[in-house]
């Protein structure tokens, strides 16, 4: 029972439970301490299957470690401690516990073996991000949060429906490379992509994460979607048809980011944007492009974490979450401008910064597998990228008019968390042996070639132009763009208010013309209760028993046919 | 209040023309550096320059479009989920 104790994703969960009974210094240090532990044993556990327990005849392994779920396994570790630095403050008292477990529950399905643990800890990071939805305590948070539920629970569904039938049809729990082959295969890649924020229900993202407070959208904007990318990178790789989801995922990002006026919806459709990258990469399936996505899941974690910490400095300092209503804020909020200038390059795949070392992967691979649309789709969202959150994030926040708002930076421990970040954003971009030693695949790509870094300086400099060109086309208004939530938020809804309505009208024309029909009905039966009545006579045993036999003939004929 | 050095037009307009200048510079480096283009499309002059700001256009073109369509106040909700 102990070597359970020593599963880094359990570490956190029980972690998680404990937080609530700790007090001040306390609180603090184990809230920095967990996900170093949970690191820590990350790297001390051997390769290979760790754990095992039959469970209803099943085999379960909720440990199994190879490259690549250390890598996911280490970054969700980060992400956890930086998230919890920057948390520290936070007054509720629901959401870092919530926090844990939502961060402990993404490690646990990226270390599985198998697929029933992968369900179960899919599960319980529905439930702790719910928890830090709820934990904002708005009334938009709860309501976002219904949703938000509404919808996973769907993915969970599905998902297990197709387990289920994977378990049958193989009598094996292995979370192996699978196919779109079968329904239940189709019915896990659909699981999987619910969870990563794919058409068409990706607008849970952008209407659920942005309501969470200044620090919940730290930890939301991580695990979710990045356990997604790591199942499809492990289930399904080369599976050609995420290329065109993927691609799908990136040019949606960009567009309803330009229509957005909430600097958090802003980076959340950006989410969508840049997970849209990996899946594009999952799909062309090369090694290059495999450990382009992981790598780029590895970067985006940080510089998203990066760049909503930087976001979630200016709603606690201003209470604002509006473009329109914000600006200007560089001349008394210096830390969270550069640190969050520092995330939109890194985001932007600027030379020097992390997403340049990671991104650049899986366009090589496109380039490589001589998919020529691919690659101008994704040299076009490249330069999107740049122009949606690259320059719009930071420019509409700290720069355009001057809002007259003058907030300070943030405490010690936001800033601290926001620098940390930083620099693993710059040291990744600088160094990035580090981070191509723990791809799943050896890496021969060399991102510094002089030909590289220019033809990314011209994208993304002309990409610049392009927006200070445009820039009154770009101009914030009060609006917001109708997805696809719509359907289940004002059609289904008012589809179901008419329903009833028509029904309700049915059930009183159907009382009335009923009470009369009754009424006849009644007296009729009465008329036959009579003793010499239909209903009361006595039969012979007899025509009983013809009855029967004609009953069981009919039987007899029905089973005979099918 | 001292002004901000940011906040002079002066130093705005300093910062575009060197904006400017790297953009051109960018272009001119084609010249020195050996691009080695994957595609025929790459060996183009300065088509990631051009490349990056047509698709930019682009995109804001099609976002521009579907606000048309799909634009709406953003209290538009605030009804009907808060009961």
């Given at each position: 029972?102990?070597?359970?104790?020593?599963?880094?994703?359990?570490?956190?969960?029980?972690?998680?439970?404990?937080?609530?009974?700790?007090?001040?210094?306390?609180?603090?240090?184990?809230?920095?301490?967990?996900?170093?532990?949970?690191?820590?044993?990350?790297?001390?556990?051997?390769?290979?299957?760790?754990?095992?327990?039959?469970?209803?005849?099943?085999?379960?392994?909720?440990?199994?470690?190879?490259?690549?779920?250390?890598?996911?396994?280490?970054?969700?570790?980060?992400?956890?401690?930086?998230?919890?630095?920057?948390?520290?403050?936070?007054?509720?008292?629901?959401e870092?516990?919530?926090?844990?477990?939502?961060?402990?529950?993404?490690?646990?399905?990226?270390?599985?073996?198998?697929?029933?643990?992968?369900?179960?800890?899919?599960?319980?990071?529905a439930?702790?991000?719910?928890?830090?939805?709820?934990?904002?305590?708005?009334?938009?948070?709860?309501?976002?949060?219904?949703?938000?539920?509404?919808i996973?629970?769907?993915?969970?569904?599905?998902l297990?429906?197709?387990?289920?039938?994977h378990?049958?049809?193989?009598?094996?729990?292995?979370?192996?490379?699978?196919?779109?082959?079968?329904?239940?295969?189709?019915?896990?890649?659909?699981?999987?992509?619910?969870?990563?924020?794919?058409?068409?229900?990706?607008?849970?993202?952008?209407?659920?994460?942005?309501?969470?407070?200044?620090?919940?959208?730290?930890?939301?904007?991580?695990?979710?979607?990045?356990?997604?990318?790591?199942?499809?990178?492990?289930?399904?790789?080369?599976?050609e048809f995420?290329?065109?989801?993927?691609?799908?995922?990136v040019?949606?990002?960009?567009?309803?980011?330009?229509?957005?006026?909430?600097?958090?919806?802003?980076?959340?459709?950006?989410?969508?944007?840049?997970?849209?990258?990996?899946?594009?990469?999952?799909?062309?399936?090369?090694?290059?492009?495999?450990?382009?996505?992981?790598?780029?899941?590895?970067?985006?974690?940080?510089y998203?974490?990066?760049?909503?910490?930087?976001?979630?400095?200016?709603?606690?300092?201003?209470?604002?979450?509006?473009?329109?209503?914000?600006?200007?804020?560089?001349?008394?909020?210096?830390?969270?401008?550069?640190?969050?200038?520092?995330?939109?390059?890194?985001?932007?795949?600027f030379?020097?910064?992390?997403?340049?070392?990671?991104?650049?992967?899986?366009?090589?691979?496109?380039?490589?597998?001589?998919?020529?649309?691919?690659?101008?789709a994704?040299?076009?969202?490249?330069?999107?990228?740049?122009?949606?959150?690259?320059?719009k994030?930071?420019?509409?926040?700290?720069?355009?008019?001057?809002?007259?708002?003058?907030?300070?930076?943030?405490?010690?421990?936001m800033?601290?968390?926001?620098?940390?970040?930083?620099?693993?954003?710059?040291?990744?971009?600088?160094?990035?042996?580090?981070?191509?030693?723990?791809?799943?695949?050896?890496?021969?790509?060399?991102?510094?070639?002089?030909?590289?870094?220019?033809?990314?300086?011209?994208?993304?400099?002309?990409?610049?132009?392009?927006?200070?060109?445009?820039?009154?086309?770009?101009?914030?208004?009060?609006?917001?763009?109708?997805?696809?939530?719509?359907?289940?938020?004002?059609?289904?809804?008012?589809?179901?208010?008419?329903?009833?309505?028509g029904?309700g009208?049915?059930?009183?024309?159907?009382?009335?013309?009923?009470?009369?029909?009754?009424?006849?009905?009644?007296?009729?039966?009465?008329?036959?209760?009579?003793?010499?009545?239909?209903?009361?006579?006595s039969?012979?045993?007899?025509?009983?028993?013809?009855?029967?036999?004609?009953?069981?003939?009919?039987?007899?004929?029905?089973?005979?046919?099918? | 209040?001292?002004?901000?050095?940011?906040?002079?037009?002066?130093?705005?307009?300093?910062?575009?023309?060197?904006?400017?200048?790297?953009?051109?510079?960018?272009?001119?480096?084609?010249?020195?550096?050996?691009?080695?283009?994957?595609?025929?499309?790459?060996s183009?002059?300065?088509?990631?320059?051009?490349?990056?700001?047509?698709?930019?256009?682009?995109?804001?073109?099609?976002?521009?479009?579907l606000?048309?369509?799909?634009?709406?106040?953003?209290?538009?909700?605030?009804?009907?989920?808060?009961?």
């Amino acid at each position: 029972m102990i070597e359970w104790l020593a599963h880094p994703g359990l570490v956190l969960l029980l972690g998680a439970m404990l937080l609530p009974f700790l007090r001040a210094r306390a609180r603090a240090a184990a809230v920095l301490v967990l996900p170093l532990l949970a690191l820590i044993l990350v790297w001390r556990l051997p390769d290979g299957a760790g754990l095992s327990a039959q469970w209803l005849g099943y085999q379960l392994t909720p440990i199994s470690l190879d490259k690549l779920s250390r890598l996911f396994a280490t970054i969700f570790s980060i992400m956890a401690f930086g998230g919890g630095l920057f948390a520290l403050a936070q007054p509720s008292r629901l959401e870092l516990p919530a926090a844990y477990l939502y961060a402990g529950a993404a490690i646990g399905v990226v270390l599985a073996g198998d697929l029933i643990s992968v369900f179960v800890f899919w599960e319980l990071m529905a439930v702790g991000s719910t928890l830090v939805l709820w934990s904002a305590g708005t009334a938009a948070a709860w309501a976002a949060s219904r949703r938000y539920v509404m919808i996973h629970l769907l993915g969970g569904v599905i998902l297990f429906a197709g387990i289920s039938g994977h378990v049958l049809g193989t009598g094996d729990t292995a979370f192996v490379r699978m196919a779109p082959d079968s329904i239940a295969h189709w019915l896990i890649l659909i699981g999987f992509l619910v969870n990563a924020g794919a058409p068409p229900l990706s607008a849970w993202l952008p209407d659920a994460y942005p309501e969470a407070s200044w620090s919940g959208t730290v930890f939301l904007s991580a695990f979710t979607t990045k356990t997604a990318v790591y199942v499809l990178l492990r289930g399904f790789p080369g599976t050609e048809f995420l290329i065109w989801v993927g691609l799908f995922m990136v040019f949606y990002g960009i567009v309803y980011a330009l229509l957005e006026n909430d600097m958090r919806r802003i980076l959340a459709y950006s989410i969508v944007n840049q997970v849209g990258f990996m899946i594009a990469g999952i799909g062309i399936g090369t090694e290059m492009a495999l450990n382009g996505a992981a790598a780029h899941a590895f970067t985006h974690i940080i510089y998203k974490g990066l760049l909503l910490m930087s976001a979630g400095s200016v709603l606690f300092a201003t209470g604002k979450r509006k473009c329109s209503e914000l600006g200007g804020l560089f001349h008394s909020m210096p830390a969270a401008t550069i640190c969050g200038i520092i995330g939109a390059l890194a985001i932007s795949s600027f030379p020097l910064t992390s997403g340049f070392v990671s991104k650049s992967m899986v366009s090589q691979a496109a380039a490589d597998g001589h998919l020529t649309w691919v690659w101008l789709a994704l040299a076009a969202a490249s330069a999107g990228v740049f122009l949606h959150a690259g320059i719009k994030f930071p420019w509409f926040v700290f720069f355009q008019k001057d809002s007259g708002l003058r907030p300070a930076d943030p405490p010690a421990n936001m800033r601290w968390a926001m620098y940390g970040f930083s620099f693993l954003c710059l040291a990744i971009g600088v160094w990035p042996e580090a981070l191509y030693r723990l791809l799943p695949h050896a890496v021969a790509y060399e991102p510094y070639t002089a030909a590289h870094v220019l033809t990314q300086l011209q994208l993304l400099l002309f990409s610049g132009l392009a927006f200070f060109v445009m820039l009154p086309w770009l101009k914030r208004t009060l609006t917001i763009t109708l997805d696809t939530d719509w359907v289940y938020r004002v059609f289904l809804p008012a589809l179901a208010m008419a329903a009833g309505r028509g029904i309700g009208g049915i059930q009183k024309g159907m009382l009335r013309g009923g009470a009369a029909i009754g009424a006849r009905l009644s007296i009729a039966i009465r008329r036959h209760q009579r003793a010499d009545g239909f209903l009361m006579r006595s039969r012979p045993t007899s025509v009983m028993a013809f009855w029967a036999m004609l009953v069981l003939l009919a039987y007899l004929i029905v089973n005979y046919i099918q | 209040m001292q002004k901000h050095w940011l906040d002079q037009p002066r130093n705005v307009r300093l910062l575009w023309r060197a904006f400017l200048g790297v953009l051109v510079a960018t272009v001119l480096a084609e010249f020195l550096v050996h691009l080695h283009p994957h595609f025929e499309i790459e060996s183009l002059f300065a088509f990631h320059a051009w490349y990056g700001f047509l698709a930019c256009a682009l995109m804001i073109i099609v976002a521009r479009v579907l606000a048309f369509l799909l634009k709406r106040r953003d209290s538009y909700y605030d009804r009907s989920d808060h009961d």
